[in-house]
């Protein structure tokens, strides 16, 4: 059964910086190209950044690119999402799925706000 487990969002101060963490269980995790996602409240949920099976390959929505990196380690089945220069538009829900996206196996995400 597959199952993503988001953690490692929290309040934080415009400006600071959160290290998002997902590790998958119930598929082959390194055959599988990842994503990280964001559900602000009242939007669609959106790409945020996308890394390839290998890790050698990275894609960024225009919000993200500058600030967010996107990262996995294969043998700890877990694809990370470093986040600095935070805003508070950057609020929001963060989910981590395959990409494109398993529609039945979203996990529960892990709530990032961003606040003075």
């Known amino acids: 059964q597959v199952q993503l487990v988001e953690s490692g969002g929290g309040l934080v101060q415009p400006g600071g910086s959160l290290r998002l963490s997902c590790e998958g269980s119930?598929?082959?995790?390194?055959?599988?190209?990842m994503s990280w996602y964001r559900q602000a409240p009242g939007k669609q949920r959106t790409r945020v950044a996308t890394i390839a099976t290998s890790g050698g390959s990275t894609s960024y929505a225009d919000s993200a690119k500058g600030r967010f990196t996107i990262s996995r380690d294969n043998a700890k089945n877990t694809v990370y999402l470093q986040m600095n220069s935070l805003k508070p538009e950057d609020t929001a829900v963060y989910y981590c799925?395959?990409?494109?996206?398993?529609?039945?196996?979203w996990g529960q995400g892990t709530q990032v706000t961003v606040s003075s």
């Open positions: 119930g598929f082959t995790f390194s055959y599988v190209a």
């Open positions: 799925n395959a990409h494109p996206p398993w529609p039945d196996y």
